[in-house]
Each structure stands twice: as C-alpha cells, then as structure tokens.
C-alpha cells in the first residue's frame, strides 16, 4: 500500500501499482514487445483476457470467427490498446464491488473512450488521453474503500462533483481529484495524464486551463468530453471556451468532436 500525506484526520491509502501493470510495464520498455509473454500476461488473468477478447469482438463487425486465441487478439488491437485495457481491469480489481463504484466505473470507460477518439482526432496523444479519462474519478473509489458508509452519505449531500470535493476535503483532507492523481502517479501514468486527472475539477470550475508550463490539452479534452456527457446542449460554448486557449480553432475541434462522438457510440462505449 501506499501512504497518502495529507491534512487529513485519518490516513489514506492507496491501492499499489498491481502485479499484471508492473509485469506489463516491464514487456514495454523493451523496443520490441515479446507477443508471446504479453499473450501470457493476459491469459493468467480470466477477466483480462475475457475483456481482451470482448474487445476484439466489437472492433470489427464478423472478426469474432477469425480470432481465436489471446495472441491473435493482440496482433489485431495492437500493444498499447492492450495496454489500455489493462488498465482498466486493473482498476475495477483493485477496488470492492460497490454499486456506486460500477457506475463510475461506467463513466470512466465512456469518457476514455471519448477522450481518446478526440484526442486523435486533434493529433494528440490518445492513449494519454483515454488513462486521463478513465482515472478522472478513480479517488472516489479510494474514499469508498476507506470509509463506503460516511463517503456514501456524502455522495447523496453533493450536487455535483465541485461540491463533493469541498466536503471530502473537509472530511478526508483530500478530495478525489488529488486523491485520484496521486493513484496514476503510483500505477505510473504519464504526467499530462496525472495533471489531467488533478486539474479537472478546477477546470471545470474556473473554466480556465491550467497555467504554463503545465500540459494544457488533455484538460482542454476533458472538459470538452465532461461537457459531452453531462451538458451537451452546450457542447459549442464550452468548445468556444476551450478551444482559444490551446492555440485551435474552434471549427475543427466542433468537428473533432462530433466525430469523437460517432466513433464512440460506433464503439459501444458507455
């Protein structure tokens, strides 16, 4: 485990970086991935290579009778696609099965999806931008795993994610935006993907994207994607918002958007 620093009147703690992503950190600092040990990787875990199948399943209509094993599968996804999904699995296993956590769980793969699909729609990184996503709210997950009853009640006083954190920084010193990349940091995610995960809130509050020299487009995709999936009645004026302060035009990420969307309904996310 790892220990939590803070203000907080008791200690927090974190899941540490889990074996599957340490063994698969490991496979991909070699220039050139071993297939046959990353196959093996996935197949000692039942629900990795159960989610590595189901997504090779969905990518391409009719592709389900031409892959039949994990290595196969590997080849038509690709490493870091993999790599992503291992995340993912991760990141449900290390947490109880709480009802409130599927549905964040949920929202998590929709918007790394989202997130994912704009960000390489506007040539930026996009397995960067799925990790961002899909951990946006993962310090909720820590404060269910600390306290599920006292963090419950206050999920129910919250109207929105802003507020929640203004109570769970009262209650635990931290709030799940910080909590949440410091969890990235441990399981070594990339920094734009950490500053993501800990500006989003702020973010979405100012509506101004995070100083220089800090990374400043991931967290310009992900209020465009919080947008998208909370409030897209104004999907343009938050495109109107965000767009300026990255240097784009707000024409091509309208469009980049859209597509996004497409591709992620295509996809069956969420």
């Known amino acids: 485990m790892t220990n939590l620093k803070s203000s907080a009147p008791t200690q927090l703690d974190i899941p540490a970086m889990p074996a599957a992503l340490v063994r698969l950190s490991r496979l991909l600092q070699v220039e ?18 159960a989610a590595v199948m189901k997504a090779v399943s969905s990518a391409v209509t009719g592709v389900r009778g031409r892959v039949n094993s994990v290595q196969q599968a590997l080849t038509f996804l690709g490493i870091r696609e993999v790599a ?4 993912e699995v991760s990141m449900r296993a290390a947490f109880p099965p709480i009802v409130e956590l599927d549905l964040v769980w949920k929202r998590g793969a929709r918007r790394g999806t989202l997130m994912k699909f704009l ?13 961002a996503g899909l951990f946006e709210e993962c310090g909720k997950a820590v404060l269910f795993r600390h306290a599920p009853d006292h963090y419950r009640s206050m999920l129910r006083a919250a109207p929105d994610d802003t507020d929640l954190a ?9 709030g799940h935006d910080e909590l949440g990349a410091r969890l990235c940091e441990a399981w070594m995610l990339s920094p734009e993907a950490v500053n993501c995960v800990r500006r989003h809130l702020e973010v979405l509050r100012t509506g101004q994207l995070p100083a220089a020299p800090e990374p400043r487009e991931l967290s310009a995709v992900s209020a465009i994607v919080w947008t998208i999936m909370n409030n897209p009645g104004k999907l343009g004026e938050a495109v109107q918002q965000y767009a300026p302060q990255i240097g784009r035009d707000p024409d091509d990420v309208m469009d980049a958007a859209e597509v996004a969307i497409e591709r992620a309904d295509d996809a069956g996310a969420g």
């Open 84 to 87: 992503a999904i291992t995340y």
């Open 32 to 49: 050139e991935v071993d297939l046959k040990a990353l196959a093996s990787l996935v197949e000692s875990d039942m629900a990795l290579a």
């Open 119 to 131: 960000a390489q729609k506007m040539r930026l990184e996009p397995y960067a931008a799925h990790a």
């Open 166 to 174: 203004i109570l769970e920084r009262a209650g635990f010193g931290l």
